[in-house]
């Protein structure tokens, strides 16, 4: 996943903060993706929406957006199947 942030440069330098090799964002996701891969998309749909609005009034924290994104790539693979 890819945020773009204005004003902020990419390089060797800056670190990614949403994406593996954060462990924060690395521990959220995979917890979340191993609690919800088993169940139905609607269920879990505004779980997902309550994260994004999470991230709205708390800050894009790695763990609020690991926990999106892993609601999402759960909800894609069992829509998809």
């Known amino acids: 996943m890819e945020i773009i942030i204005r004003g902020r440069k990419e390089g060797p330098d800056v670190p990614n903060l949403y994406s593996d ?8 996701y995979y917890e ?7 169940l139905d ?11 994004i609005k999470a991230m709205r009034f708390q800050g894009k924290t790695p763990e609020l957006v690991a926990k999106a994104a ?12």
């Open 32 to 38: 979340t993706l191993e609690r919800v891969s088993k």
């Open 21 to 28: 090799a954060n462990p924060r964002y690395r521990k959220a």
């Open 41 to 51: 998309p609607k269920t879990i749909a505004p779980e997902r929406r309550m994260m």
């Open 70 to 81: 892993a609601i999402r790539a759960a909800m894609t693979k069992e829509i998809n199947r």
